[in-house]
């Protein structure tokens, strides 16, 4: 299992130390290790392992990527105090341990994720791999309203690509399809 969070507006100094306080204060940690991506940009990754398979990444982005922030659950700002800190990771890390990964979860703060009955047709149209045309004239909608109706069932289960829309239908077709 791996969840991501996004460290926001950093320099080298910030990335050392919140690499050092997660070795330090994370109680429940094994190993914590950084990687540089070793290209222009300033992004690398903290990985805390909590276990063999249960892991947090922290990924690094420069200003410049502020957008991938959009994709993360938790984002870490450079004028977060310690605790917030360790509040923020100690959150993902229980959230993500109590329901398995962060694109399986199909439960929220209110309940069982609500989906209409057109973003549950374009799910099972996904699923069984029929094409966005295909499903656009099979429901007489629009490719671009298909594919709008897909993206926001991506929203709703919090995950970012096609192949995490996949895995989480496959896991949770008794109860909606």
Known sequence: MRCMIT???HDNFFSY????????????????????????SDDGFITISLCENVSVTLEIRDKKHMAKELSSEVVIFRNDSVNQLIRKIEYTI????????????ICNDRGVIKLTSTQIKICEFFYNGITTKTASLLLNLSEKTISTHKRNVMRKINVINNQGLYLWIEKNKIHYF
Not at 17 to 40: D, I
Not at 94 to 105: S, Y
């Open 7 to 9: 460290i926001s507006d």
């Open 17 to 40: 130390g919140l690499y050092h306080l997660f070795k330090s204060r994370l109680k429940v940690c094994l190993l914590v290790k950084t990687t540089s991506l070793g290209n222009e």
């Open 94 to 105: 229980a959230n993500m341990l109590k329901h398995g990964h962060g694109h399986d979860v």
